[in-house]
């Protein structure tokens, strides 16, 4: 069966540094394109970045854009997302996610080809704070 397992998350000053990283297995990885996402508490689900099969097309969320980095390793099965610059409202639950096109969320659901995303992991907690 599919399986995500998120972990990296921890508690870190505004402006530290934190690596995400995430561990897949139960499909073919490299075949996929893949993204993070995150759910601010008292909000809905973000998307925060997505990186083609190959690893060299990488997409950004405006908001991190410039602070965040998408990475992979298709041999290993995993995808990691290097946080610089952290800020206050960076603190959520990142996960990650198959990205089959189109990928967008609104409120506790996202999408991906126009359809709800059920395959997720338990998530790891990043919380930035002074």
């Known amino acids: 069966q599919v399986q995500l397992v998120e972990s990296g998350g921890g508690s870190v000053q505004p402006g530290g540094s934190l690596r995400l990283s995430c561990a897949a297995s139960g499909f073919d990885f490299g075949s996929l394109d893949m993204a993070w996402v995150r759910q601010i508490p008292g909000k809905g689900l973000e998307w925060v970045s997505t990186?083609?099969?190959?690893?060299?097309?990488?997409t950004y969320a405006a908001s991190v854009k410039g602070r965040f980095t998408i990475s992979r390793d298709n041999a290993k099965n995993t995808l990691d997302l290097q946080m610089n610059a952290v800020m206050v409202e960076d603190t959520a639950v990142y996960y990650c996610?198959?990205?089959?096109?189109?990928?967008?969320?609104?409120?506790?659901?996202?999408?991906?080809?126009?359809?709800?995303?059920?395959?997720w992991g338990q998530g790891t907690q990043v919380i930035v704070s002074s």
């Open positions: 990186i083609n099969t190959a690893g060299d097309t990488p």
């Open positions: 996610a198959k990205d089959r096109g189109g990928y967008y969320c609104s409120g506790l659901v996202c999408y991906s080809a126009g359809r709800p995303i059920s395959e």
